[in-house]
């Protein structure tokens, strides 16, 4: 034990005399960190939460384009904006700014709109109920109009939606217009006041879910996604200063004086991993702050940790000695300083897109989600997802520590192997 | 098994991945406690080599090698604990003290806090090395850091010292310093091997000494003896010389 002691001593001391490096060490994932979060941002609103932006010209001001505008807002898939009036130069305007993009959808709702739907109601029950009742024809056959005017770069399909879930509204709007029509003339009839009111909500409401064995339904943030994506990419970019901190021991002869002492080569790296899973470990928790007080001043959400600190802990140790363990891996089988950080920053890089430290893995393209299942880093951000979005606890986070556990053997074995069998450890 | 050997190698050989030619053939010695013995050789002789088998750094290919009675290839942590090793690199961290590098590898030895701290003292005293301390070797000159590279390698006070080419790159007071350590050091009966280039250090300093010359032993005995084995010598490089050629080797 006490070798081992020795091992974290040095090791300590020798990081504590660069503090330059550690300071880049720390320093640089935090300001990726906070860029790609950044530039992710708008990318990730518009999987998530970000609504389109409608602009309203109602000359209606009436009960239609109120229910219309109401009903939209509460859709929370828009963003409306309404002018009213009966102006024309609003219209124009309208169309200007649809047309410049501020606004990605226009709707013009004309006067009487409301009365037409109304009279026609009316027209229809009183034919309905007494068919002896003359019937103005006119008013039966009457439409109102609404005009829709896109920004030209919108999707038809886009357009489609947009116009289908509109018809649905003026559609429920019409049936309460009728059902009141049909209440006054039922109270006419049986001279009772019947306070009855249209039902608000519908029939039949539908239970949506997203189906991914990814993220079970959930869909990040770009604070919630980039804070363990780069958590995970400064923790493996840590192979780097221990990939060079062991081939520097190997070619200045401390590690061959080393191999001399009754000392193993295991006590030796360990000494290095518990080092360097410290500094991996205060490199996350610095992550986690600027996640969580530092992004809502760049107008960015704040990160949710969830609530399971022990969970929040092993993933983050588990990662970390991944992270580790592959750095000891790289300086035991590279035989050059620049061999080491070429492959290890390399490397570091694919092994980021193929987890998804970039682009989500529940966008990634079928193949490349399955590929994905066997990066490391996918391990630790699927576990930190669950951690953040789920509230997850240490047993269900389970698979995700066991794989980066079992990395870490596998690397710090295969780096006992290469001491034992290359001439050059 | 004879006692008195401190060292003894039987048909050792060693041929490095891709070569063909054995750095070193069929080598046999014994080197025997308390001895203070050199190996010479021109540059690719094998001396390095063979320090290095003895030191468990690589392993022969071929032979055996008895380190006061223990098998290398069985008794290793055994052989760890009675060798201490020098070698030729300043194989010392450049960013430590020269207190932190000596307590370093004095900890892995297993050496108790108290002893290695009174250990340290005395060594960096008898080396001249008291006001250094606590400078970082990064600080320090070469002869300096050589005299660290030394107390590093025998810190635990080992039965057999291993030194190659303990006194390259120095000035003539450091080398002469060293000397003299080593020779009270083995006048305690640490049994110390030597290799070096310097011929008048190890006529100086050895009791005993063989010269190899392509991984093969050439000629071995008390320096005196092999002057007056060859009559038309008249020093240690003079036989040196004649042992081994004036050619020039890679």
């Known amino acids: 034990m006490k070798k081992l002691f020795a091992s974290v001593y040095k090791e300590g001391l020798l990081l504590l005399r660069d503090i330059e ?3 880049v060490m720390f320093i640089m994932p935090l300001i990726l960190l906070i860029v790609i979060a950044l530039l992710q941002h708008k990318s990730f609103q518009n999987i998530t939460e970000e609504k389109i932006q409608v602009i309203v010209v109602d000359f209606d001001r009436d009960e239609l384009s109120r229910s219309l505008s109401e009903g939209m807002t509460n859709s929370h898939m828009f963003e409306i904006t309404s002018v009213s009036g009966n102006d024309s130069t609003l219209l ?5 700014d649809v047309a410049g993009g501020t606004y990605q959808i226009g709707i013009f709702i004309p006067p009487n709109t409301t009365s037409v739907v109304k009279s026609r109601a009316v027209s229809l029950v009183q034919q309905q109920i007494n068919s002896a009742i003359k019937t103005d024809l006119n008013n039966l056959n009457a439409q109102g109009q609404i005009d829709l ?3 030209p770069i919108t999707k038809e399909s886009f357009r489609d939606l ?9 559609a429920s709007v019409e049936k309460r217009i009728i059902f009141e029509a049909y209440s006054k003339f039922i109270d006419a009839l049986t001279n009772q006041s019947s306070e009855l009111d249209y039902p608000t909500t519908p029939a039949i409401q539908f239970n949506e879910s997203l189906v991914s064995e990814y993220t079970s339904g959930i869909v990040p943030n770009s604070v919630q996604h980039n804070v363990p994506a780069w958590i995970l990419f400064g923790m ?5 200063p221990i990939a060079g901190n062991i081939i520097k021991e190997r070619s200045e002869g401390s590690l061959a004086r080393l191999k001399a002492i009754p000392v193993t080569y295991l006590q030796i790296m360990s000494g290095k991993l518990i080092v360097f ?8 928790l610095l992550m986690i702050l600027v996640g969580i007080f530092i992004m809502p001043f760049l107008n960015l959400p704040k990160l949710q940790v969830g609530g399971n600190i022990v969970a929040l802990f092993s993933i983050s140790l588990a990662s970390a000695l991944a992270a580790t363990g592959y750095g000891i891996l790289i300086g035991s089988a590279a035989t050059t300083q620049i061999q080491a950080s070429a492959f290890g920053s390399v490397s570091t890089v694919i092994i980021a897109a193929i987890g998804g430290a970039w682009v989500p893995v529940m966008i990634m393209p079928a193949i490349m989600q399955k590929i994905s299942a066997f990066s490391p880093m996918n391990w630790g951000i699927h576990g930190y997802y669950e951690v953040f979005l789920r509230n997850a606890d240490t047993l269900e986070i389970l698979p995700d520590l066991g794989k980066l556990i079992m990395f870490a053997v596998i690397c710090v074995g295969a780096s006992l192997l290469f001491r034992k069998y290359a001439k050059n450890v | 098994m004879d006692e008195k050997i401190a060292v003894n190698i039987r048909h050792l050989t060693k041929i490095y991945k891709g070569s063909t030619e054995p750095a070193v053939d069929d080598l046999n010695l014994q080197i025997y406690k308390g001895e203070f013995y050199g190996l010479l050789g021109p540059n690719g002789a094998g001396k390095t080599t063979t320090i290095s088998i003895i030191s468990s750094l690589i392993k022969p290919t071929k032979g055996e090698v008895f380190i006061d009675g223990y098998d290398l290839m069985k008794d290793l942590p055994a ?4 060798i201490g090793v020098v070698p030729q690199e300043i194989a010392l961290y450049e960013k430590l003290t020269a207190f932190e590098n000596l307590y370093y590898f004095g900890r892995l030895y297993g050496i108790n806090k108290s002893d290695l701290h009174r250990r340290i003292d005395f060594l960096l005293e008898r080396l001249g090395l008291v006001k250094y301390k606590f400078t970082k070797l990064i600080n320090c000159s070469g002869g300096i850091k050589r005299r660290i590279n030394l107390i590093a390698g025998m810190i635990h006070l080992p039965k057999i010292l291993i030194l190659d080419e303990p006194v390259v790159g120095i000035d003539v007071q450091s080398r002469n310093l060293i000397k003299e350590f080593l020779k009270e050091l083995n006048k305690d009966n640490t049994t110390i091997i030597y290799t070096s280039h310097i011929m008048e250090d190890a006529e100086k300093l050895c009791s005993r000494l063989s010269i190899l010359d392509y991984g093969k032993l050439v000629e071995q005995g008390a320096p005196n003896e092999l002057i007056n084995k060859n009559s038309d010598c008249s020093s240690l490089e ?3 010389l004649k042992l081994t050629g004036q050619s020039l080797r890679d």
């Open chain 1, 162 to 170: 947009v116009k289908s879930t509109l018809m649905q509204f003026s």
């Open chain 1, 92 to 96: 124009e305007q309208a169309r200007k």
């Open chain 2, 79 to 82: 052989i760890k604990r009675i």
């Open chain 2, 238 to 240: 003079d036989v040196f």
């Open chain 1, 277 to 284: 899973v410290g500094i991996c470990l205060i490199q996350a």
């Open chain 1, 21 to 23: 490096g550690v300071l």
């Open chain 1, 149 to 151: 005017f896109f920004d």
């Open chain 1, 236 to 240: 493996f970019l840590i192979c780097i």
